[in-house]
RNA sequence: GCUUGGGUGGCGGAAUUGGUAGACGCACAGGACUUAAAAUCCUGUGUCCCUUGUGGACGUGCGGGUUCGACCCCCGCCCUAAGCACCA
């Protein structure tokens, strides 16, 4: 037996005993409870980072409590391996996608299993690889037939010098990320998935998972799908200003703009419509000089990529065309405005700028009459008597008004005035009934708007999963047969970056034959968006390797939902989302029993460290040319370059190549232990934040690792006593073993409440704590009575047991020492330990006494006293007898267990 | 601007959700062991004050409030992170 812990050697030995074992291989077993612990694939890069490690040993830590607990669990792991990085290397390195892809999956597996990670390795996925991209176009397939998948044209990014798509990414800053060429919109179709038609169910169904998801995940996701209820109103127009009454008849004679608030139409002083808005684009060729000038700036300004500082400033003109308001009768002009944009709602507004910032500010700008047709409901109630603040003409418009007086537009609701019939009404009641009446005259319907868009899923790419359609001249777009699926990859392309997409090069896979009638056609070249293969992926870790179905549905309800998910808050909106979407449609296609795939998700936080930046030589230091300075009680006062001892800046930034400041998990690993780093990032701060990697703290990891590996060898190695007695009710227990035992016990139920509740951080200190009071426990190997014997080795199993989610190497090496059994933790179905509240139990407690709420004197008591007596030995002590002199007690507050307050005046 | 988090020693963070603020770790200081160093083991460590004590005052971003008692609840600010952003 090692007398010394060497980190390497032991994480070796039992990562291979793991893989023989087959120990975290999972098997529907129908009498055990599943769980399913899942955390983001990662992207086979090549390199493990750091936030790869933090997210994968959370899930572990999750996963081996469970099966310490006796769950069947599922923890597996897979690649999210198609996209752009493989395609970009093809350009630039000549390598084929799929061989860097499989090279780079070899390197990181390698690397996962180094940190000793619980997988069942025999359940691993690859979205690149053709067994697994099968599905995704079968779910495009079923799609397809449910009417969920739909082609149509849209924009993309376009380079007019390289002739090619580019991603959003690719045209960053507007500017080709190749030649740096102007980059320009182009429009061609594109497929679409239907996740519009799941907006209600994605908004809904939230309540069902409110628990066990982060409120500002959800949040993020309802500001993203954004549902506005309200109705769209047809507004006729009065006056074509620039057109013949004969023509203007022949056209389309309204627009219609969505709100929220139709409470307000009477306020309403002009419509605003966007410059792309088909009533502009039809009428436009009438218009004079100034005013088309004026549309295109607007149009070409709106379409500019927006910088998040800059304050859009309000811009417009007026078409000098007239609208009729269909509830006053009353003519207002049509303006274009910047602010109002044709992906939202109809693309026109009805301007409001009494009531509402961003037509307020409109109506300021180009001295619009602004009229107030809502007051609020205080006034009403004549808690506050206000004055109506504009007069108005009997054409709704207002006269004389003083408009300093109005100095910002009032958005709630309130009770209408000014509204004709409808004034003294409630705004929510107006709402209903104005509807109400403009659907019953016609002009008008109620209606809702999302901000979501279906998801376009259509690349111009080779390294994704082939959209399964064949074009034929006759025929149009046919799905491929489903028995013809996979639609595979070929082998290689022409990789330039330039052109049409790589696949539409290789002639072999483009001309095929028409399905329906057999005659020439060619296939689609675009491929998918690799968020599809993320949706379902971890469905499939269920039933891996079913080769005629994405998964068998009785294998997948058994395992799903997934009971707890782990990952970057990155994905929660796109992923996520995207995600929930995919379960919705499985569960209409009966393939699944549920609706939401998981019922608790943990968004982890990023982990950064310290950079260096020197100002001398502008750019960032490597850690090792810095010397950092202290003062003397150890705070950082600064730190200077060591070649010239020039002043460098500190800052804890994300980790990067560009900053220096990139740490490597495989060197932590080989320097301290996959264990200690595993602690250390469970440790160090609360998942849900940020991690600070400082290698400082790592230390303390690994200096308490073999604070437990000597405790545990000096009493197990030749220890002739190191045997269980048979009982405890026999032996007795001194003071200081029956203290150990109780803070043994005690830990055990902090650890299991903090799991629980998904504290992972909090329990490394119990252990610590613990492992501090075995060392307090002051008696040898040598001299232990069999009652000391009992307490240590009952204090050794727990603390062994409940390390090992954390660092499972160093305790199943322990695990061996204490048991003298080579056979495993999990298979000597060792349990994770319950904590026996007897032992546990305070015999002596120390009880603050205050004094009008201020520590005062402590007094050591029996747990079991009573509230009486409690007070009285708390009046009863020397200090506060002091303390209470001459005072008069005015009250005692007595809490058991914790403390004495004594208000005296 | 809106939404959602967060603000506690030199640092990362604890605090049974209204009951001893600062657990645990890092860093720092002192000591033991050692020829020496490393490792290890002890001790101390929020700030200030004094008569050095189971001493006093202050102390959880700021200002108020509720309460016997507030890091925790309420009101008003400030700062900060993330997301969204002219969404009608």
């Known amino acids: 037996m090692d007398e010394k812990y060497f980190a390497q050697k032991i994480e070796r ?186 907006a209600d169910e994605l908004l809904n169904d939230m309540s069902g998972i409110e628990d066990g998801w982060a409120e500002r995940v959800l949040t993020m996701q309802r500001n993203w799908i954004n549902k506005s209820v309200g109705a769209n109103i047809k507004f006729q127009i009065a006056n074509f200003k620039y057109r013949s009454e004969e023509l203007a008849e022949e056209k389309v004679s309204f627009i219609e703009v969505f709100t929220t608030r139709i409470d307000t139409i009477y306020g309403v ?258 491929t998918m968006d690799t968020f599809v293969d993320s949706s379902w992926y971890y469905f499939r870790y269920c039933d891996p390797h079913n080769s005629e179905m994405p998964f068998d549905s009785e294998i997948i309800n058994y395992w799903m939902p997934v009971d707890q998910y782990i990952g970057g808050i990155d994905h929660a909106v796109m992923h996520l989302l995207y995600t929930r979407f995919w379960t919705k449609v499985c569960n209409e296609l009966g393939l699944v029993d549920f609706v939401e795939p998981a019922k608790r998700l943990l968004t982890q936080g990023m982990v950064v460290t310290e950079s260096f930046y020197s100002n001398k030589n502008e750019s960032y230091v490597a850690a090792e040319d810095v010397k950092i300075e202290r003062d003397k009680s150890g705070k950082v006062t600064g730190a200077k370059l060591k070649f010239d001892g020039s002043d460098v800046k500190i800052a804890v930034e994300k980790m990067g190549k560009s900053k220096l400041n990139g740490i490597d998990p495989n060197d932590m690993i080989s320097i301290y232990g996959a264990d200690s780093v595993r602690i250390f990032s469970m440790f160090a701060a609360p998942v849900e934040n940020e991690l600070v990697w400082l290698e400082t703290g790592i230390e303390g990891a690994v200096r308490f690792i073999q604070r437990v590996w000597r405790y545990v060898f000096k009493w197990t190695t030749e220890n002739e006593k190191w045997k269980m007695p048979e009982s405890d009710s026999e032996i007795g227990f001194s003071a200081d073993a029956k203290k150990l035992r109780q803070k043994t016990h005690q830990t055990i139920s902090r650890i299991t409440e903090n799991f629980e509740s998904g504290q992972f951080n909090t329990p490394v200190a119990a252990l610590m704590e613990l492992s501090n009071a075995m060392y307090d426990f002051k008696v040898e190997p040598e001299t232990a009575n069999d009652g000391d014997l009992f307490a240590v080795r009952e204090a050794c199993e727990c603390l062994i047991l409940m390390l090992t989610p954390y660092a499972p190497h160093v305790a199943e090496e322990l695990w061996e020492a204490v048991s003298g059994s080579d056979a495993g933790i999990l298979e000597s179905n060792a349990k994770f330990p319950i904590a026996d509240a007897e032992v546990a139990k305070e015999t002596e ?34 200090r506060i007898i002091e303390y209470i002199d001459g005072r008069n007690i005015v009250k005692v507050i007595v809490v058991p267990g914790r403390l004495v307050n004594i208000v005296v005046r």
């Open 269 to 526: 002083n002009a419509l605003v419509v966007s410059p792309d808005h088909p009533f502009i684009l039809e009428e436009f060729g009438v218009f004079p000089d100034e005013v088309k000038s004026k549309i295109e700036a607007i149009r070409v300004e709106q379409a500019k990529p927006k910088d998040y500082d800059d304050e859009i400033i309000k811009d417009g003109i007026d078409t000098g065309m007239k609208a009729v308001n269909p509830f006053s009768g009353g003519e207002i002009p049509v303006w274009v405005g910047n602010y109002v944009m044709m992906s939202y709602g109809t693309g026109a507004v009805m301007s409001v700028p009494g009531h509402d910032e961003r037509d307020f500010e409109f109506a300021r700008k180009f001295d619009l009459p602004i009229k107030q047709v809502i007051e609020p409901q205080s006034h009403r109630n004549g808690e506050e008597e206000v004055q109506p603040q504009i007069n108005t003409d009997k054409n709704g418009l207002e006269k004389d008004s003083d408009k300093s007086q109005i100095t910002e537009a009032f958005t709630e609701k309130g009770v209408l005035m000014n509204s004709g019939d409808w004034s003294g009404k409630l705004s929510q009641r107006a709402i209903r009934e104005m509807t109400k009446f403009a659907e019953s005259e016609g002009f008008g319907e109620g209606s809702t708007t999302y901000r979501l868009r279906d998801w376009g899923i259509s690349r111009q790419r080779f390294w994704g999963s082939p959209i399964p359609i064949i074009y034929c001249d006759a025929c149009g777009a046919v799905p491929v047969k489903f028995e013809n699926l996979p639609v595979e990859l070929p082998e290689s392309a022409p990789f330039t970056g330039v052109g049409e997409s790589p696949l539409a090069k290789v002639p072999e896979f483009v001309n095929t034959n028409c399905p329906k009638c057999g005659e020439k056609a060619k296939r689609e070249t675009d």
């Open 13 to 198: 030995k039992w990562q291979q005993r793991w893989a023989e074992r087959r120990t975290f291989e999972a098997e529907i077993v129908d009498d055990k409870e599943k769980f399913y612990c899942l955390e983001m694939l990662p992207y086979p890069s090549g390199i493990l980072h750091m936030g790869h490690v933090r997210n994968y040993s959370i899930g572990d830590v999750l996963s081996w409590y469970k099966r310490l607990q006796g769950f069947n669990v599922l923890h597996p792991i897979g690649w999210d391996s198609f996209g752009q990085p493989a395609e970009q290397a093809a350009i630039k390195k000549g390598v084929n996608p799929r061989d860097w892809t499989e090279e780079n999956i070899k390197i990181m597996t390698e690397q996962l299993k180094s940190l000793g990670l619980s997988y069942d390795w025999s359940r691993e996925i690859a979205a690149h690889r053709p067994e697994y991209y099968k599905f995704d176009q079968w779910f495009f397939l079923k799609m397809l037939e449910m009417g969920l998948a739909y082609r149509k044209d849209s924009e993309v990014n376009w380079c007019p010098k390289c002739e090619t798509t580019l991603s959003n990414e690719q045209a960053s800053g507007g500017v080709c990320w190749r030649c740096g060429t102007q980059v320009e919109k182009q429009t061609r179709p594109q497929w679409f998935l239907r996740i519009t038609k799941y």
């Open 845 to 878: 407690v120390e009880i603050v006494v205050q004094v009008n709420g201020k520590v005062r004197s402590r007094v050591e008591v029996s747990a079991d006293i009573s509230k009486d007596e409690l007070e009285q030995t708390a009046l009863a002590d020397e």
